[in-house]
T-cell receptor, first 112, second 114 residues
C-alpha cells in the first residue's frame, strides 16, 4: 500500500464550481501536512500547509483528521487558472529527520 | 534568493552514457532531496542529505545511481550507465533542517535516454 494515496482524477468542473480533493496516509507517526500545486511541465510549489484545526487561504480550505489519517482540500469558486495537479504531502519522521512523501496527485481541469 | 537551481534543464543521451545532474540548494537550507517523477510512479524520493551527509538512499533504484553532496551549496546525481527506463524528470528540493517545514523544488531536469 502506498504511503500517501489520492484519487488521480481528473476532476473536470465548470468555472465557479466547488471541488474537493481527498488524501489518506498510512503512517500514523506523520507530523505535518501540505498541499502542493504542480502545473504542466513545472515543479511542485507549496499551495498551503494543513493544520490540525483546519485553515483557510482565500478560496482554499484545508482540513486534517488525524484519527482517520485523512486530509482534504476544498476549492471554492473555481477559476480557469486553478487547472493543475494537486499533490498531497506528508512529513513523516524517520531517522531523526522529517521526510516529505508525495501522493500521486489529483488532476483538476476547470473549463469555461 | 534565486531558489533551488538545477542543471541542465533538459538532457538527451544515448543508452550506456554517463549522466550527471546538478543542484544548488537555497542558501541556508540544510536538507536536500532528490526525487524522480514519472507518469507511472509519480514523485519518488531517491535520496536525501542532512548537512551534506547522505541519510537514506534506499530509494535509489540500483547501483547505477549515485549521489554526492561535497558542500552545502552543491549536489550531484549520477547515472552510469544510463538506460531508457531512467527517462524521467529529476527534481532537487531543499528545506530548512530545523522544524517540520515545506520543501522548495528546483525546476527539474528532464532526462531522455534513447
Amino acid at each position: 500500500r502506498k504511503e500517501v494515496e489520492q484519487d488521480p482524477g481528473p476532476f473536470n468542473v465548470p468555472e465557479g464550481a466547488t471541488v474537493a480533493f481527498n488524501c489518506t496516509y498510512s503512517n500514523s507517526a506523520s507530523q505535518s501536512f501540505f498541499w502542493y500545486r504542480q502545473d504542466c511541465r513545472k515543479e511542485p510549489k507549496l499551495l498551503m500547509s494543513v493544520y490540525s484545526s483546519g485553515n483557510e487561504d482565500g478560496r482554499f480550505t484545508a482540513q486534517l483528521n488525524r484519527a482517520s489519517q485523512y486530509i482534504s482540500l476544498l476549492i471554492r469558486d473555481s477559476k480557469l487558472s486553478d487547472s493543475a495537479t494537486y499533490l498531497c504531502v506528508v512529513n513523516s519522521r524517520a531517522g531523526g529527520s522529517y521526510i516529505p512523501t508525495f501522493g500521486r496527485g489529483t488532476s483538476l481541469i476547470v473549463h469555461p | 534568493d534565486a531558489g533551488v537551481i538545477q542543471s541542465p534543464r533538459h538532457e538527451v543521451t544515448e543508452m550506456g552514457q554517463e549522466v550527471t545532474l546538478r543542484c544548488k540548494p537555497i542558501s541556508g537550507h540544510n536538507s536536500l532531496f532528490w526525487y524522480r517523477q514519472t507518469m507511472m510512479r509519480g514523485l519518488e524520493l531517491l535520496i536525501y542529505f542532512n548537512n551534506n551527509v547522505p541519510i537514506d538512499d534506499s530509494g535509489m533504484p540500483e547501483d547505477r545511481f549515485s549521489a554526492k553532496m561535497p558542500n552545502a551549496s552543491f549536489s550531484t546525481l549520477k547515472i552510469q550507465p544510463s538506460e531508457p527506463r531512467d527517462s524521467a524528470v529529476y527534481f532537487c528540493a531543499s528545506r530548512e533542517q530545523v522544524g517540520n517545514t515545506e520543501a522548495f523544488f528546483g525546476q527539474g531536469t528532464r532526462l531522455t535516454v534513447v
